[in-house]
Nanobody
Framework: QVQLVESGGGLVQAGGSLKLSCAAS????????MGWFRQAPGKEREFVAA????????YYADSIKSRFTISRDNAKNTVYLQMNSLKPEDTAVYYC?????????????????WGQGTQVTVSS
């Protein structure tokens, strides 16, 4: 199993920045890629970004492209999500997740392990 712990969420004004972290532990050798998803109140969980095991391939949702950057530090088993130019519509609980196969990075059902989530609130 893989355990994931997110941190870094909080309250920020529109236009501000936050950096989320997701620390992985356990059977991390099985992880092919890690991703970030988010779920706003009353909405379905949606893909935000993903990064493969060596960091050479990254994937982004169109809604956040050019504002968010995903990165990873394999020495620390940690993936990051740098969020800039935040908008009120970015308000959501952000989850990190891991997957063992390449597949379709945006498809949440291909991710095996999930963190508990961290709240991001952007005020207008």
């Amino acid at each position: 199993q893989v355990q994931l712990v997110e941190s870094g969420g909080g309250l920020v004004q529109a236009g501000g920045s936050l950096k989320l972290s997701c620390a992985a532990s356990g059977r991390t050798s099985s992880v092919y890629a890690m991703g970030w998803f988010r779920q706003a109140p009353g909405k379905e969980r949606e893909f935000v970004a993903a990064i493969n095991w060596n960091g050479r391939s990254t994937y982004y949702a169109d809604s956040i492209k050019s504002r968010f950057t995903i990165s990873r530090d394999n020495a620390k088993n940690t993936v990051y999500l740098q969020m800039n130019s935040l908008k009120p519509e970015d308000t959501a609980v952000y989850y990190c997740a891991t997957r063992e196969t390449m597949g379709v990075m945006t498809f949440q059902y291909e991710y095996s392990y999930w963190g508990q989530g961290t709240q991001v609130t952007v005020s207008s």
